[in-house]
T-cell receptor, first 114, second 114 residues
Framework: NAGVMQNPRHLVRRRGQEARLRCSPM?????VYWYRQLPEEGLKFMVY????????ESGMPKERFSAEFPKEGPSILRIQQVVRGDSAAYFC????????????FGSGTRLTVV | GDSVTQMEGPVTLSEEAFLTINCTYT??????LFWYVQYPGEGLQLLLK?????DKGSNKGFEATYRKETTSFHLEKGSVQVSDSAVYFC?????????????FGGGTRLMVKP
């Protein structure tokens, strides 16, 4: 049973380009969470999704960021018109239910904006 | 709001030394408490957890006790190894959090020298 798969592992974008980060949850997991880790900081919650629904996006910047988790396929975190401050590691986690902390993290996508 | 405060690193120890990483939290009620470990270039792995006061979480020689009176969840290990070198994150999920989102501390880097 593969774990949470994130790709790409590393992504380099020029300022103004779009970044698309993918997350395939573990089999049987219908809850997906995205977190961002800025350099030398802890992880900050961004968005929580269930299949086809955004449940909580209170940690998502209001502009340029969007997320989806379609009925088929991976969850996508999309950042439009990237800026240097978007450089960070983006982690996805998935869970089968809402038991406290019962979820598994992926290895992350490290986004570098040049 | 809810928050987690960890001692700042890096913490540098010699192999077989005793480890303590302090963690205190601010939250209403009885949150669930967690320690995660992040090895270089990887995602987060759950190390241990505790869900109610006076519970002790333990794994791989690491322990932490949920202390409601001091709102603390300090991580300890009696004899560290070089392979324990990593970044350690303390985190909580509030009791009222139906969505299961984690609030993290800033992380503490541990470096163990042979």
């Amino acid at each position: 049973n593969a774990g949470v798969m994130q790709n790409p592992r590393h992504l380099v974008r020029r300022r103004g380009q779009e970044a698309r980060l993918r997350c395939s949850p573990m089999k049987g997991h219908s809850h997906v969470y995205w977190y961002r880790q800025l350099p030398e900081e802890g992880l900050k919650f961004m968005v929580y999704l269930q299949k086809e629904n955004i449940i909580d996006e209170s940690g998502m910047p209001k502009e340029r960021f969007s997320a989806e988790f379609p009925k088929e396929g991976p969850s996508i975190l999309r950042i439009q018109q990237v800026v240097r401050g978007d450089s960070a590691a983006y982690f996805c986690a998935s869970s089968p239910d809402t038991r406290k902390g019962g979820y598994t993290f992926g290895s992350g996508t490290r986004l570098t904006v040049v | 709001g809810d928050s987690v405060t960890q001692m700042e690193g890096p913490v540098t120890l010699s192999e077989e030394a005793f480890l303590t990483i302090n963690c205190t939290y601010t939250a209403t009620g009885y949150p669930s408490l967690f320690w995660y470990v992040q090895y270089p270039g990887e995602g987060l792995q759950l190390l241990l957890k505790a869900t109610k006061a006076d519970d002790k979480g333990s794994n791989k020689g690491f322990e932490a006790t949920y202390r409601k009176e001091t709102t603390s969840f300090h991580l300890e290990k009696g004899s560290v190894q070089v392979s324990d070198s990593a970044v350690y994150f303390c985190a909580l999920i509030p009791a009222s959090n139906a969505g299961n989102m984690l609030t993290f501390g800033g992380g503490t880097r541990l470096m163990v020298k042979p």
